[in-house]
């Protein structure tokens, strides 16, 4: 066996890609569910919702009925109309059949973006991912409805003190920033 020892490891190369990872799981937290209290509003909490016809599945119909609780104008802008699931729910979704055994929904290419009536299909794990009374699992929508501010530029810290017992040196990332629904009526929500 033969160890490697890397002389010389891109730091900031490094850190950038982990603190802006981490800040960018938070951000889609709040984007998602955030209560606009010390925090953004969340789609999810912003957008009118549509009753699963089951609490504990989903259908095709579920989607259609959520889809049509958007309104027709708000679903012909481009590449900003989507639907926003967690990866759990499309497998579900992937796996429902016919009568016949076919699968309704048809495969996917390698290389190709989801798609779902012709809407992509976005995967997250900021998502509800059980069909149990009350859980929010699919959201659908035209995020040219959403308004997403950066109030200032990302700050970057670094203590060689915090841990220096340790002989560690800390980093923390800084970024203000908030969210608004500008139109509810552009977002449904599917609850079961």
């Not at 890397?6 to 889609?28: M, T």
């Not at 509003?41 to 259908?59: F, R, V």
């Not at 309704?104 to 809407?119: H, K």
């Amino acid at each position: 066996m033969t160890l490697r020892i890397v002389a010389g490891i891109d730091l900031a190369a490094f850190l950038g890609q982990q603190l802006g990872e981490r800040i960018g799981r938070a951000q889609e937290a709040h984007f998602l569910t955030g209560t606009g209290s010390s925090q953004p509003e969340g789609i999810i909490s912003a957008a009118s919702t549509t009753t699963a016809a089951s609490a504990t599945a989903i259908g095709i119909n579920d989607l259609i009925t959520l889809m049509n609780g958007v309104d027709p104008a708000y679903k012909t802008t481009g590449g900003s109309v989507a639907f926003v699931m967690h990866q759990t729910v499309w497998s579900a979704l992937r796996r429902l059949q016919d009568s016949q055994g076919r699968q309704l929904i048809s495969d996917i290419q390698a290389g190709q973006a989801p798609e779902l009536f012709g809407y992509p299909v976005l995967l997250t794990s900021g998502m509800d991912s059980t069909f149990v009374a009350t859980k929010k699992t699919v959201l659908f929508g035209n995020f040219d409805y959403y308004a997403i501010r950066d109030v200032a530029n990302l700050v970057v810290a670094r203590s060689a003190d915090r841990f220096f017992e340790y002989h560690q040196t800390a980093f923390l990332a800084l970024q203000r920033t908030d969210a608004k629904c500008l139109n509810a009526a552009a977002f449904r929500v599917l609850v079961h």
